[in-house]
C-alpha cells in the first residue's frame, strides 16, 4: 500500500522511465493502458498514476476509470502474462489509481503485439535493436552471495548453525568441522567474509526478527485444507526463520495428513503414501533454492488430501522450461545451492528435478505439473492419487525381469507413450524396442508408438491394444471393400464408423489408394458423393445392356 509520504514525494518528482500521471478524469484508453505497462516493465518496473495532472504543478482531479479493478487485472494478465496491481487511493476525498507495474524478467523483453516498447522523454517508442539484444543477453546475478551489510552473526540461530556443522562433518566424512569456530565454519561455507553476512545464510540460518528487518520476503507459508474446494483453512504456520530450523519441523507437518493407499499385489498388500518424502522434500528445497527474491511475496505451500502445490515468486531461471527442466540446470541462488550440496540436502548435477519425476511415475502418480507456471511464479503441483495401478505393477515387473533400474527419462518416454502424447525424445526408442516394451505402427506421415502387446496381456486389455495399434492397411482395405459389396455404396462418415480410431485424413488416404488401384470409384459431388466399388459398375453396365 502507498503511504501518504510516498504519494507527496511522487507529486513533487519529474516524470521519468519509472513514474508517469495522466488526468484520465472518466476512463483511460485499455490498449494505451497495455503500453504504458509493457514501456514501464522493459524499464525496469514502475507505476502510472491515474487522477492527477501531468504538468507541474500537478493537480489531483481524481477519476472515474476503471470501474472493476479485480476484471482489470485478469484482463492485463491475460494479454501481457503481467501480475499488474492496481491500487485505489484516496486524496482530498478524490479516487487517484496506482497502477504498480512490475519488472520484466531478466532476459526477457515485453512486447505488445510484436512491438518492443520503452519510454522516451514522454513518448513510448519500438525499442531499437542494440537495446533489445542487450535485454536478450542478461544473466541474472546471485541475490544469495551478495552481503547483507547490517548482518552480522548474532542475527543467526546457533541451533540452525550447530545443524549445519553437523550435517556438513557428516557429508564431507571430515570431523574437524565439529571443531571450527562459528566464525570459520562460515567462513569456509561462503556464508560470511569476516565481517558481514551473505543473504544466503539469513535464508538459511537467520533468525525470525532479523529476517523481518533484513529480508521479510524470504518466508515460507503452509496451508492444509481438507477440501480442494474450501476458501478457509484448516491449518495454518508462517515460517519466517532460517529454512534448517523449520524443514523437518514442516515435513512432520505435511506428513501429519500423509494418506495412505493399500495396492494389492497377489497376496500381499503394498502400502504407497500420498506424498513421498524425498519428492516433497526436494520440492520444497527447489522453491527456497530458485525462487526470485528480489519480488515481493512468499513461498506458498498448499496441502490438500491428494493434491500438493508450491508457488513460489518469479517464474523459470532464464533458459529453463517445462519441456528442458530435467536437462538445463541454471540456479538462481548459487550461493545457496553450493550450501545445500554442502551438507547433502541436493545434488549439484541438478538431479533433484529427475528425482520428482522418477517417484512420482513409478508410483502411477502421473509426472510432476508445471503447466500454469509464468514469468512470474513457479507453479508445481503434485498428484497424491495413485492413477494407473497396473502401469505401476508392469514398471515394477519389468524391472524385475530386465533387472533394471530406470532413470527420470526412461520412465517419461514410457509414460507419454502410454498416455498417447507426441515423443519429442527418441533416444530410447530403440533400447525399448529391442526390449519388447514398446512397438512402431504406421508409415505415412510419421511413426507411432504404444506399449508393447506384452503390456495390454499383462494387464488383460488385448482390445485396447488392437484398437491402438489398428489393423494393418492391406487389412483396413478388404474391410472397405466388403463393406461397398455388402451395402453398395458408402459415405466418409460410414467409414468413420468402421474405423472410430482412425483420423478422416488417414481412411480419405485409404480411398484413394484404393481408387489407383482400380478398385473403387467416387461418384457424385465433394459434399455429398459416396464411394462405390468399381465391379458393381461393371456389373450394373451389363445388366443395363441386356
Not at 513510448?124 to 551489510?149: G, R, V, Y
Not at 484398437?467 to 459415405?491: C, Q, S, Y
Request: aromatic share 10%; net charge positive; proline share 2%.
Amino acid at each position: 500500500m502507498t503511504t501518504l509520504e510516498q504519494f507527496h514525494s511522487w507529486l513533487k518528482n519529474d516524470e521519468d522511465e519509472h513514474l508517469e500521471f495522466k488526468e484520465a478524469k472518466n476512463n483511460f484508453d485499455f490498449n494505451m493502458l497495455l503500453e504504458y505497462c509493457v514501456a514501464l516493465a522493459n524499464e525496469g518496473g514502475g507505476k502510472l498514476v491515474l487522477g492527477v495532472s501531468d504538468k507541474k504543478p500537478r493537480r489531483i482531479v481524481g477519476t472515474s476509470a476503471i470501474s472493476n479493478i479485480q476484471k482489470m487485472q485478469e484482463n492485463l494478465y491475460e494479454k501481457l502474462q503481467l501480475r499488474v496491481e492496481i491500487e485505489k487511493f484516496l486524496k482530498d476525498d478524490k479516487r487517484i489509481l496506482i497502477i504498480h507495474v512490475p519488472s520484466r524478467p531478466v532476459g526477457q523483453a515485453l512486447h505488445l503485439d510484436g512491438k518492443y516498447l520503452m519510454r522516451i522523454g514522454e513518448r513510448l517508442l519500438p525499442m531499437d535493436s542494440a537495446k533489445l539484444k542487450e535485454i536478450l543477453n542478461e544473466t541474472e546475478t546471485d541475490f544469495s552471495a551478495q552481503m547483507c551489510h547490517r548482518a552480522t552473526i548474532n542475527d543467526l540461530l546457533p541451533e540452525a548453525i550447530q545443524k549445519f556443522r553437523t550435517l556438513w562433518a557428516k557429508k564431507s566424512n571430515k570431523k574437524e568441522i565439529l571443531n571450527l569456530s562459528d566464525k570459520q565454519l562460515l567462513k569456509d561455507a561462503e556464508l560470511f567474509d569476516g565481517k558481514y553476512l551473505n543473504y544466503a545464510a539469513l535464508i538459511l540460518l537467520g533468525k525470525r526478527e532479523s529476517l523481518g528487518e533484513f529480508l521479510p520476503d524470504a518466508e515460507t507459508i503452509f496451508e492444509y485444507r481438507n477440501n480442494a474446494s474450501n476458501i478457509e483453512y484448516q491449518d495454518r504456520k508462517d515460517y519466517r526463520i532460517g529454512y534448517l530450523f523449520y524443514c523437518d519441523e514442516l515435513w512432520e507437518k505435511i506428513n501429519a495428513r500423509n494418506e495412505m493407499f493399500h495396492i494389492q499385489e497377489g497376496l500381499f498388500m503394498r502400502d504407497i503414501l500420498a506424498f513421498n518424502e524425498e519428492v516433497i522434500r526436494e520440492a520444497i528445497l527447489n522453491a527456497v533454492c530458485h525462487r526470485d527474491y528480489h519480488l515481493h511475496g512468499s513461498v506458498f505451500i498448499k496441502q490438500y488430501p491428494q493434491k500438493f502445490i508450491i508457488e513460489s515468486p518469479g517464474g523459470f531461471p532464464n533458459g529453463v522450461t517445462e519441456e528442458n527442466i530435467l536437462t538445463k540446470h541454471v540456479p538462481r541462488n548459487r550461493r545457496i545451492a553450493e550450501a545445500f550440496e554442502k551438507i547433502g540436502f541436493v545434488e549439484r548435477s541438478g538431479q533433484g528435478a529427475r528425482k520428482m519425476f522418477k517417484f512420482n511415475i513409478i508410483e502411477g502418480k502421473g509426472r510432476p505439473d508445471y503447466s500454469k507456471t509464468d514469468n512470474y511464479c513457479v507453479r508445481l503441483a503434485l498428484s497424491g492419487t495413485v492413477q494407473d495401478v497396473e502401469f505401476l505393477r508392469y514398471l515394477e515387473k519389468i524391472g524385475k525381469e530386465y533387472q533394471k533400474m530406470f532413470d527420470a527419462e526412461d520412465l517419461l518416454l514410457l509414460d507419454d507413450i502410454r498416455q498417447g502424447r507426441k515423443i519429442t525424445s527418441k533416444k530410447h526408442i530403440n533400447k525399448f524396442k529391442e526390449m519388447g516394451l514398446i512397438e512402431s505402427c504406421g508409415v505415412t506421415r510419421g511413426t507411432r508408438h504404444l506399449l508393447s502387446k506384452k503390456y495390454y496381456s499383462y494387464v488383460n486389455k488385448g482390445g485396447e491394444y488392437t484398437r491402438k495399434r489398428g489393423l494393418d492397411k492391406d487389412t483396413n482395405k478388404m474391410l472397405i471393400i466388403e463393406h461397398l459389396k455388402h451395402f453398395t455404396k458408402g459415405k466418409i462418415t460410414d467409414f468413420e464408423a468402421v474405423f472410430p480410431g482412425m483420423k478422416r485424413q488417414q481412411i480419405h488416404r485409404l480411398l484413394h489408394s484404393l481408387k489407383k488401384e482400380g478398385k473403387i470409384e467416387f461418384r457424385g459431388s465433394q459434399k455429398s458423393g459416396f464411394w462405390i466399388f468399381a465391379e458393381m459398375r461393371q456389373k450394373n453396365a451389363t445388366e443395363n445392356n441386356k
